[in-house]
Nanobody, 125 residues
Framework: QVQLVGSGGGLVQAGGSLRLSCEAS????????MGWFRQAPGKEREFLST????????DYADSVKGRFTISRDNAKNTVYLQMNSLKSEDTAVYYC??????????????????WGQGTQVTVSS
């Protein structure tokens, strides 16, 4: 089992920045890649970004490409999501996730085995 604890959410003005963190514990050696998703009220959970645990290869959804940056610190078992130029439509609960299997498609929720508890991000306009 892998446990994920997300943090770093909060209230920020439009145009501002936040950095989310997600610390993994437990069987971290089983992680192939990690990802970030978000879910706004009344909407489906949306893929944002993913990163491979070993090589650090990253991919992004078009909606956040150029504004969000994913990174990881293997020594700390932590993945980060740096969010810049935030917009009101970025308001959502943000979730980190980890996968213990290697898949080509990594943007769907079924591709992930473990989920963090979610952290609220609110962007005021």
């Amino acid at each position: 089992q892998v446990q994920l604890v997300g943090s770093g959410g909060g209230l920020v003005q439009a145009g501002g920045s936040l950095r989310l963190s997600c610390e993994a514990s437990g069987r971290t050696y089983s992680i192939y890649y990690m990802g970030w998703f978000r879910q706004a009220p009344g909407k489906e959970r949306e893929f944002l970004s993913t990163i491979t645990w070993s090589a650090g290869s990253a991919d992004y959804a078009d909606s956040v490409k150029g504004r969000f940056t994913i990174s990881r610190d293997n020594a700390k078992n932590t993945v980060y999501l740096q969010m810049n130029s935030l917009k009101s439509e970025d308001t959502a609960v943000y979730y980190c996730a980890a996968s213990a299997k290697w898949l080509l498609g990594r943007s769907g929720t079924p591709s992930y085995d473990y989920w963090g508890q979610g952290t609220q991000v609110t962007v005021s306009s």
